[in-house]
């Protein structure tokens, strides 16, 4: 088991309070907090080794590019691919758009189709949208059943020869959802369709190795697995990389340039204009070994038990909606809910004033929710720092909002 309370230590803002009671922090699918490892490995970069990479033969330029190099060996490791196959990118939404941009724009044509779920994140809908707009293609949408798992039977009726790309996600940021994504990729993989993964719920919760998976992309955030915000990570797999041609072009992404044109780099150069964010590739890379210092293993058991806790102390409150699946087996650490009678914005709110925080709103799933008929939820969602007596805070909390709202 882990222990929550040496964890907790490790993530000075738990020392904080919020409007005098202490943080109960449950809005972990939005951002994670930082432990001090990852603080310290940024503030180490920029007062130790600062200065550009790739660029520079001065010692503080070969610190920083071994320092980028080695967080880029590091971050593959935890997704089990080859060091040249991982891209640092901002974060998922990036990721996905320069999929989008590249492969896509290159490989899919008018009559072409894209298959996503209908619980993808906005990042994993809109730049797809986008595509199949400028391309003529068409974006199918695979259903859920209705206890919120994807309907494989939906799945394999909207996949054929035509789709060209299956983008979907391993964790849904509102009901939790695991998605089968290997037997996802497998029946893709059979029409000849290549397969994106977001990684932004699964790759710090569940774990996934992608070469175990087989697919072809996974994108994944930084600032959700205790990383600094605006780092990320993109895996492409070596055959894709091989049929792309860069995304922003310029500086770092060459090998030659002449007044006419260029030769572009091979390996994730190619993928990474301009000066990276070295400071946040250091600190996915401590954010990485965290993990890997407590197991991927541990971390999802112990989070699979307080969902399990929350589930049924939430299932026990009266006029309660919980969506998603009641198997925590096949669920991640988030669940979505609505108390009947009250604005998920107003229970929110009274969480806060109690030191809760959560989230409200459509979590940027909005066709999810139209697909529920509800125009919101609250959301709680948790990590390896939390634990029951947090799920106990926040469910006296949703007492305390039915007694004032009712
Ligand atoms: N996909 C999923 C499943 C997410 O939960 C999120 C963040 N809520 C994103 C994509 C987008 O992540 P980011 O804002 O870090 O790009």
Known sequence: MLSVKAIRKDFPIFKRTILGRPLVYLDNA??????KQVIAAVNDFYRRHNANVHRGIHTLSEEASNL??????????????????????????????????????????????????????????????????????????????????????????????????????????????I?????????????????????????????????????????????????????????????????????????????????????????PEKFEAGTPDVAGAVGLAEAVR??????????????????????????DMKDMQIFGPSDVKVRGGVVSFTIKGIHPHDVAEVLNYRGVAVRSGTHCAMPLHDRFRVPATTRASFYLYNDKKDIDALISGLEQAKHIFR
């Not at 939005?30 to 432990?35: D, H, I, L, N, V």
Request: aromatic letters at 8%; a neutral charge; hydrophobic letters at 40%.
């Open 179 to 267: 998605n089968p994504v290997s037997e996802i990729v497998r029946l893709a993989k059979r029409v000849g369709a290549v397969v994106l993964i977001d990684g932004a719920q699964g790759v710090q919760h569940i774990g996934i190795d992608v070469k175990v998976v087989g697919c072809d992309f996974l994108a994944f955030s930084g600032h959700k697995m205790l990383g600094p915000m605006g780092s990320g990570g993109l895996f492409i797999k070596r055959e894709r990389q091989e049929e792309m041609g860069p995304f922003l072009t310029g500086g770092g992404m060459i090998r030659e340039v002449y007044a006419t044109h260029f030769v572009w780099a091979e390996g």
């Open 68 to 177: 980028y190099e080695e967080a880029r060996a590091t971050v593959a490791g935890f997704i089990n691919c080859g060091s040249d196959e991982l891209i640092f990118v901002r974060n998922t939404t990036e990721g996905i758009n320069l999929v989008v941009w590249t492969w896509g724009f290159d490989h899919v044509r008018s009559g072409d189709e894209i298959l996503v779920t209908v619980m993808e994140h906005h990042s994993n809908f809109v730049p797809w949208q986008q595509m199949a707009v400028r391309r003529g293609a068409v974006l199918r949408v695979a259903d859920i059943t209705e206890d919120g798992l994807l309907d494989m039977e939906d799945f394999k009726k909207k996949l054929s020869k035509k789709t060209k790309i299956v983008a979907v996600t391993h964790c849904s940021n509102v009901t939790g959802t």
């Open 30 to 35: 939005a951002t994670s907090q930082r432990p």
């Open 290 to 315: 965290y993990h890997t210092r407590l197991g991927m293993r541990y971390i999802r058991k112990h989070e699979s038990n307080i969902t399990a806790y929350a589930l049924e102390r939430l299932r």
